[in-house]
Structure formats: C-alpha cells, structure tokens
C-alpha cells in the first residue's frame, strides 16, 4: 500500500514521526511537501497528494493543517477524491467504512501524535463496506462528473469571448 501524506507548516512537526510510524508497518510512504516549519499555504501541500491519489500514483492520501478543514476542502476540489476530516478513530472508521474516503485530513493542533497514529492506523484497516453505501458513493461521483460537464462547457464558453478579444487585439 502507497500512502501519499503532506503538510502545511502547522502540521509539520506530524509529518516525520507518521512517515516513520507508516514505514514501520510495511508501508510505502511518498512524503509530498511537508513545510520546513515556515509558513505555507495548505493549497499548494494538498493538491499534489489529492493528484496523486486521484491519478493512481498513491492508494491513500493524508494531509494535516491547523484544523484539518482547508486541507480537506482543498483536496475535494481535485476529481475523483472524497476527503474526509477524522478526529477519533470512529470519525475515520466512518469515513472509509460508509463513504469510501481516499484522503484523510487531520488536525494537528487538536490531535497528540499517538492519537494521529491510531486514527491513521484505524483508517488504513477499514475497508469499505460497499451495498447501500457504494450507491451513495455512486451518487456522489455522479454529482462531480455533472459538475465537471457543466464547468467544461462554461469554461470554454467564458473563454471563447476572451480568445477572440485577445486575436482582435493583435
């Protein structure tokens, strides 16, 4: 199992000891943009991990900020992942359990490094449980692939007055 995981510059100081604690069961660990400890925006941490997820490059993805919640709404931004913030092991078994999440975001001022390890730890066991939830899940991936339609078309239509105005202005 491949488990992409970043930080922003509050999450920072959880990134090595999980990366370890990951490595030890057995784990690859791809460590994508952990901050030296200097500030950083949450964006640019959780974008290549939703990517990499999303692309089949990692199974799993974790993220940790301050609270958990920009990591988490970043990452839903990026197709194809259900991002889940956990703050015990019940909010993690849930996520994986009835929705299949993909990305694990993680607050790392509210949580102690051995609570992060065992919440991590909980995730990662949980399968998902598919039946009533996968039509959910189902229902979920269709509400973003109408979405993805709906911005492609607007998307090009914003464009089109904008390339013309730039090829009249040459």
């Known amino acids: 199992m491949k488990v992409a995981i970043a930080a922003d510059h509050r999450g920072h100081d959880a990134v090595t000891p999980l990366a370890e604690a990951l490595r030890a069961q057995g784990r690859e660990v791809l460590v994508m943009g952990a901050c030296d400890g200097t500030p950083c925006d949450y964006p640019d941490r959780a974008v290549p991990v939703a990517r990499a997820v999303a692309q089949g490059e990692a199974d799993f993805g974790i993220l940790l900020c301050g609270s958990g919640i920009g990591m988490c709404i970043t990452a839903n931004k990026i197709p194809g992942i259900r991002a889940a913030l956990a703050h015990d092991e019940f909010t993690a078994q849930i ?48 509400i973003e692939r109408e979405a993805l339609c709906r911005g492609n078309a607007a998307a090009a239509a914003a464009a089109a007055p904008t390339a013309a105005g730039q090829a009249a202005r040459r």
């Open 95 to 142: 996520s994986r359990a009835h929705n299949d999440a993909n990305v694990l975001c993680l607050s790392a001022d509210l949580l102690a490094l051995k609570l992060i390890d065992r919440i991590v730890e909980t995730w990662l066991a949980t399968p998902f449980e598919g039946g009533r939830h996968a039509r959910r899940v189902q229902k979920i991936a269709e």
